[in-house]
Every structure is written in structure tokens, then in C-alpha cells.
């Protein structure tokens, strides 16, 4: 059996006059190139992060409310997974670049959007099953 994980990554912005929301949705790589370990000791390596974000494109788009509610909370509508060859390709030559799944929702219910306002929900929050593997420390 798969073991459950959850990772939260701030909101980096909000609109309010058309209640969206945007941020990472996880990193892989930091800006110093570093694999980031999450707060359970999780790393998703980009390749990982890449197929699942595909997954959830094709078969949810849908927004979840603490990992309980996902029904009418809201929708998907941007999803990018930053490589370093996808930001060479789009011209983006930064040396601490960081590799991850970028992401926008748009929220229609009205109770998650006054969390988002008011600051209770402040990040994305995924969430998902993987079989571990033990990770070498460096």
C-alpha cells in the first residue's frame, strides 16, 4: 500500500476581483540547485512532480478545501511544470532558477474564498500516495 503525503507552498498571489489564486504547487529543486525535503521528509523529484501534475490535469482540475472538500470549491486554470530545458526553452537563463509545478485556481465557493482573503489559507497544499524510498543523505 502507498503511504499518504502532504506539502504546502505559499500563495504567492491573489485577485480578488476575479478570485484566483496562484502559486507552487511543490518544488522539486530549490534556487541553489538543492533537492527540497519537505516537512515529512519527502522529496518528489521532478520527473515524479512532472508525471503527477499531468495526472491531475487530465483526470481532476478540481480545487480541495484541507484534503476533505472537493466538490464546488473550485477549478484549475493554469498549470505549468518548470523544468530547467522547459525555462532554456521559454529563454529563461537563470542560474538559480528552481524546478517545480506552478499553479492557478479559480475559487467559487464563498467560505474558501474569505480563508484565502484572510490569510487562513496562505498556501497550496497537495497532497497524494507514492511508495517511499529511502534517500541517501549527501
Do not use: C
Not at 472537493?70 to 532554456?88: D, N, P, W
Not at 499553479?103 to 497544499?125: L, Q, T
Amino acid at each position: 500500500m502507498a503511504d499518504r503525503w502532504t506539502r504546502e507552498i505559499e500563495i504567492k498571489k491573489v485577485d480578488e476581483d476575479q478570485h484566483t489564486v496562484f502559486g507552487w504547487a511543490s518544488v522539486s529543486v530549490d534556487k541553489n540547485g538543492e533537492i527540497v525535503t519537505d516537512l515529512q521528509g519527502d522529496q518528489i523529484a521532478s520527473e515524479v512532480l512532472e508525471k503527477t501534475a499531468y495526472e491531475f490535469v487530465i483526470h481532476s482540475r478540481r480545487a480541495g478545501d484541507a484534503h476533505e472538500r472537493s466538490r464546488g470549491i473550485g477549478t484549475l486554470i493554469e498549470s505549468a511544470m518548470i523544468t530547467k530545458e522547459k525555462a532554456q526553452a521559454m529563454g529563461i537563463q537563470d542560474e538559480k532558477f528552481q524546478e517545480g509545478w506552478w499553479i492557478g485556481f479559480k475559487i467559487d465557493d464563498a467560505d474558501v474564498w474569505a480563508k484565502v482573503k484572510g490569510g487562513k489559507y496562505a498556501a497550496f497544499s497537495i497532497g497524494g500516495r507514492g511508495k517511499r524510498s529511502p534517500v541517501e543523505p549527501k
